[in-house]
Structure formats: C-alpha cells, structure tokens
C-alpha cells in the first residue's frame, strides 16, 4: 500500500505561516508546522496547535477528504534512548489521533504509529526540535 504525506504537525520550536497549508484545498503532498515549544519531551498539545488541528480536522471532514484513510506517526528527535523516543512517538501519534477524532474525525479512518527516531528531518543534528513532530498521511487506495 503506497501513501503520500498530507501534512505535518511539528513538535518543535519551528514555525510556518498557516496560511501556506491550511486550509487543505488539494490532496497531494501539504505540510504545515505549527509552533510546538511548549512541548518539548511531552506528547501534549498546545492552545495554538489546537487551533491549528481544528482546522486539520475541518480539511478531514470536508467532501474531498470525507472518504480518504490516514496514518497518524508520531516521531521524536535522537536524544534519549530508542525504547523511551518509540513509546514518546506513539504517545504523540495518539494524542493527535484523539484530538481529530474528537474533533468529529471518524477514528476507522486513522491509524497511529510511533517510527521514533528512525526518520529525522535533520539527520545532521539529531537532537534538533523540528526532529520532533506527527506527519499525516494519505493511504493509497
């Protein structure tokens, strides 16, 4: 099964206009980052990411969404051991996925994962913040 990553919700110091990403008006590759410092080592999420996911969460339901399945991964940056950064980005996967099925988000249609530290962005700096964050992801039909 293929997939194609939507969009990205970054557990990070780092930020991206909103307007650049949402809302999702087509399906092929969108990232946003919302602005995650309150975060840090925590799976929690933020008032502002909160904003930032109601309207992921609109972009979900809405016509040319309704029927699309995704793959809510969890990732976190190298610091700290592989089992503890695994466990982090299942629980961060987790919090997003409950936070969009609340939001009205058909939870058959999301499936979480933790990929740890195996997929940073910045390979050159493993313990950088942007290394920590949840993509989205579109299935293949």
Known sequence: MGYSTLVQFAYASDQ??????LPIKSVPI????????????????????????KNLAK??????????RF??????DATG??????TLSERRAASVLRFLSAQGVDSQRLQSEGRGERELLYRQNPAAPKNRRVEIIKLAR
Do not use: C, M, W
Request: aromatic residues 6%; charged residues 25%.
């Open 71 to 76: 793959v809510v991964a969890g990732h976190t």
């Open 59 to 68: 972009a979900l339901l809405s016509d040319k969404l309704a029927t699309e």
């Open 81 to 86: 051991s592989a089992a503890y950064n695994q």
């Open 30 to 53: 969108r990232r946003f980052r919302s602005n995650q410092s309150r975060f840090g080592a925590s799976d929690q999420i933020s008032p502002d990411s909160a904003r930032d996911l």
């Open 16 to 21: 991206i206009s909103p307007d650049s990403a």
